[in-house]
């Protein structure tokens, strides 16, 4: 099992932990493309299929299902806008959107203007995982997703703002969960069968940290690091306990 700690503080990486090899960031990769909508796309409000926007994708509003079963078709739970709920299957519609926008693939896009950009050496986005309709893994280390990390929290933009509401504790910004503190802190969590991973950073400190692990069941030891480097409550590590989360998540 491996574990990876990177901790960010005022704006800076500061401290690496753990094992330095190259994980799967799982859902992380979602800030990364996020990341490149807001680089290169000046109107959030811009279809990207049909009815849905690049705002419903990064906010997690398009109606769609996380994933839709492999070879089926595309289709929505609801109309676009009318309610949160979390879809993976969104950020493969956006990741194709800038392709066409751009006439550059997605991982050219990714190389150029995040990782090498940003000092990201060992990080690139992987062949499309199969039954994901083009999904491709982001593969990292911690200290990589630190510096990307330490930058964007540097960044004053729609991402920190709170674009869509959950409750009085949590909303999204773009491409980000958000507790509304104050302080707001940004924060995604990334859970498959070979990863169990966190990141949590606060823009107006520029502190933050991220956990990655090759644990399906590492969200104990990501609360222990978390509540270690940045203390205080935090609804994002309890999130499993919001009932107004638990029934708008599909």
């Known amino acids: 099992m491996r574990r990876a700690v990177a901790v960010v503080d005022g704006w800076e990486l ?15 990769v979602k800030q990364v493309i996020a990341h490149l909508a807001l680089e290169l796309l000046p109107d959030l409000d811009e279809p990207v299929l049909d009815d849905i926007t690049v705002r419903h994708v990064v906010t997690h509003t ?7 079963p492999d070879g089926q078709p595309l289709e929505s739970v609801r109309p ?3 309610r949160w709920g979390y879809s993976g299957e969104g950020f493969v519609l956006l990741q194709a959107h800038l392709e066409r926008r751009t006439g550059e693939p997605i991982t050219a896009l990714a190389e150029e203007r995040v990782f090498r950009a940003l000092g990201m050496a060992d990080s690139y986005l992987d062949e499309p995982e199969p039954g994901f309709h083009g999904y491709r893994p982001l593969m990292t280390t911690a200290g990589d997703y630190g ?7 540097g960044l004053a933009d729609e991402r920190w703002q709170p674009l869509w509401r959950i409750d009085d504790e949590l909303a999204w910004g773009a491409g ?8 707001v802190h940004g924060w995604q969590w990334g859970q498959n069968d070979d990863a169990s991973n966190f990141v949590i950073g606060c823009p107006s400190t520029g502190d933050g940290v991220v956990v990655l692990t090759d644990d399906p069941d590492g969200r104990a030891y990501y609360r222990s690091v978390v509540e270690r480097e940045l203390p205080g409550d935090h609804a994002s590590l ?3 306990h919001n ?8």
């Open 147 to 153: 510096r990307f990390l330490a930058h964007v929290l």
């Open 243 to 250: 009932h107004t989360w638990l029934e708008h998540f599909f």
């Open 238 to 240: 309890r999130v499993e």
């Open 80 to 82: 676009p806008g009318q």
């Open 14 to 28: 500061a401290r690496l932990e753990g094992d330095t090899a190259v994980l799967n960031a799982a859902s992380l």
């Open 176 to 183: 980000w969960g958000l507790e509304l503190g104050p302080p």
């Open 62 to 68: 398009t109606g769609l299902s996380n994933w839709r």
